[in-house]
């Protein structure tokens, strides 16, 4: 069996993650507004116990943008800043991806399938945007 041909360019298989996370969370929150009650919660202001403030609304702006950003920044930072860059979006999307409350059995399938991908994107941020690694032998100069 062929191993499957990965992007040449890493930076563009680390946006294509990003990418796949932002879709597996957004599709996630439109399945929600199927799920029976949802809308009536929406309309009151309030789901599960939490006040829809405007601090909430922005919060969860703040949040999705950071994952929007982390799909184009990859193909414009440097490689030391994009290992920085990419661990505290990665942290900062953990807590959110943990932190969002599980409604029905399909979040946790969601909560996984965002875990494993946050996994995958550290894991690959940080093996294939490594320093070079400094020879352990001098270099070799000629003496004139």
Do not use: C, K
């Amino acid at each position: 069996m062929r191993n499957v041909d990965l992007p040449q360019n890493p930076r563009t298989l680390l946006s294509a993650l990003w990418v796949f996370l932002l879709m597996n969370i957004i599709f996630r929150d439109i399945h929600q507004f199927l799920s029976p009650g949802y809308m009536d919660w929406v309309l009151a202001g309030e789901i599960l116990g939490q006040q829809i403030t405007d601090e909430l609304l922005l919060y969860g702006g703040f949040a999705v943008e950071v994952m929007i950003l982390m799909v184009l920044l990859p193909h414009v930072l440097p490689r030391r800043a994009l290992r920085i860059v990419n661990t505290f979006a990665i942290l900062f999307t953990a807590a959110l991806v943990l932190f969002t409350p599980l409604i029905d059995p399909d979040d946790v399938f969601f909560l996984i399938i965002g875990l494993a991908t946050l996994l995958a994107i550290l894991w690959f941020g940080w093996s294939r945007f490594a320093p070079p690694v400094a020879s352990m032998h001098p270099p070799i100069t000629h003496s004139a």
